[in-house]
């Protein structure tokens, strides 16, 4: 019991292991996955007190407080709502037990101890989230370069439909357009799920 103690204190009994597709629907995150719709796992790490969970649309977090505690809470963190930042990847030392992951979700760090055995597993995630920053990042300055584009082709249009005459059929059909034009953009730079990302860094 005490070891047990010393060991949680410590934070050796929370030195995490990367669990095999196969083994996906026996951990506890499964069920919380909205496999309804269409939300797939791609990698997990289960130690004694948690679980994190990537599927193709976000960070399943089952947070335990200790080795020793049942107590846990969900959190989720999407990939759209919580950009991916400061990815970062520690190797084993030659006494070290294992290898540190880290990066941020928004405003969140996290910091996640996995056993040195599943480097090789541990570098294509670290590959993956690299990959997914990237994306998020080069999307949200498409989507404002997008935006200031279509304000001023909006504005040139309505002073040229005010010129014209006719202002309100000009103003509805610029108006029209102008929607579509923003939906279409949204869908190509707001991206929400990630999973052709996993599958092409993810080799388990």
Same mark, same amino acid.
């Given at each position: 019991?005490?070891?047990?103690?010393?060991?949680?204190?410590?934070?050796?009994?929370?030195?995490?292991?990367?669990?095999?597709?196969?083994?996906? #629907?026996?951990?506890?995150?499964?069920?919380?996955?909205?496999?309804? #719709?269409?939300?797939?796992?791609?990698?997990?790490?289960?130690?004694?007190?948690?679980?994190?969970?990537?599927?193709?649309?976000?960070?399943?977090?089952?947070?335990?407080?200790?080795? !020793?505690?049942?107590?846990?809470? !969900?959190?989720?963190?999407?990939?759209?709502?919580?950009?991916?930042?400061?990815?970062?990847?520690?190797?084993?030392?030659?006494?070290? !037990?294992?290898? /540190?992951?880290?990066?941020?979700?928004?405003?969140?760090?996290?910091?996640?101890?996995?056993?040195?055995?599943?480097?090789?597993?541990?570098?294509? &995630?670290?590959?993956? &989230?690299?990959?997914?920053?990237?994306?998020?990042? /080069?999307?949200?300055?498409?989507?404002?370069?997008?935006?200031?584009? &279509?304000?001023?082709?909006?504005?040139? &249009?309505?002073?040229?439909?005010?010129?014209?005459?006719?202002?309100?059929?000009?103003?509805?059909?610029?108006?029209?357009?102008?929607?579509?034009?923003?939906?279409?953009?949204?869908?190509?730079?707001?991206?929400?799920?990630?999973?052709?990302?996993?599958?092409?860094?993810?080799?388990?």
């Amino acid at each position: 019991m005490f070891k047990k103690i010393a060991s949680d204190a410590l934070g050796l009994s929370d030195v995490g292991s990367v669990i095999h597709p196969s083994d996906y #629907d026996k951990v506890d995150a499964d069920d919380y996955i909205l496999h309804e #719709d269409n939300e797939k796992i791609y990698f997990l790490i289960k130690s004694k007190s948690d679980e994190y969970c990537f599927t193709n649309r976000a960070l399943v977090h089952l947070d335990g407080t200790s080795a !020793l505690s049942k107590k846990r809470s !969900l959190k989720r963190y999407s990939y759209k709502e919580h950009a991916i930042s400061d990815v970062l990847m520690e190797t084993a030392g030659t006494i070290d !037990l294992d290898v /540190e992951i880290k990066f941020s979700m928004g405003s969140v760090p996290f910091s996640i101890d996995v056993h040195k055995n599943h480097i090789e597993a541990i570098k294509d &995630l670290y590959k993956a &989230l690299i990959r997914i920053s990237e994306l998020t990042h /080069e999307n949200e300055i498409s989507m404002e370069y997008a935006k200031e584009s &279509l304000q001023i082709t909006s504005n040139t &249009l309505v002073r040229a439909s005010i010129q014209e005459g006719s202002v309100s059929d000009h103003f509805r059909h610029i108006n029209d357009h102008v929607f579509n034009w923003l939906m279409n953009s949204r869908k190509k730079y707001n991206v929400k799920d990630f999973g052709f990302v996993f599958e092409k860094y993810i080799n388990n």
